[in-house]
Nanobody, 122 residues
């Protein structure tokens, strides 16, 4: 599966952006979609995830209440609505397709899209 992320840009603190991730198709082994981000000098970190039914979502504490992940099932697209953006949200955002490994009780993310840069000015 190929993932295409878009929607990044420059925004002032307090502003909003909406990221989108289009999947070429749903893989048989993929049951979740997620967003991650990597700021300069930092490791990549989890932001949000959603299962394909859209019923289950999860967020990093740092974005909870400000970001909303959703998916368009017909379009195989996942969105990340980011509100009340802060300078510390500045990062390259990546979307990923993954699955939950029930044997080791963890999510695995074998498929990644290219990043989209989000810059929040103060």
């Amino acid at each position: 599966v190929q993932l295409q992320a878009s929607g990044g840009g420059l925004v002032q603190a307090g502003g909003s952006l909406r990221l989108s991730c289009a999947a070429s198709r749903r893989t048989f082994s993929s049951d979740v979609m997620g967003w991650f981000r990597q700021a300069p000098g930092n490791e990549r970190e989890f932001v949000a995830r959603i299962n394909w039914s859209g019923v289950q979502t999860d967020y990093a504490n740092s974005v909870k209440g400000r970001f909303t992940i959703s998916r368009d099932r017909a379009e195989n697209t996942v969105h990340l609505q980011m509100n009340s953006l802060k300078p510390e949200d500045t990062a390259v955002y990546f979307c990923a397709a993954g699955r939950y490994n029930r044997e080791v009780l963890t999510y695995e993310w074998p498929c990644w899209g290219q990043g989209t840069l989000v810059t929040v000015s103060s």
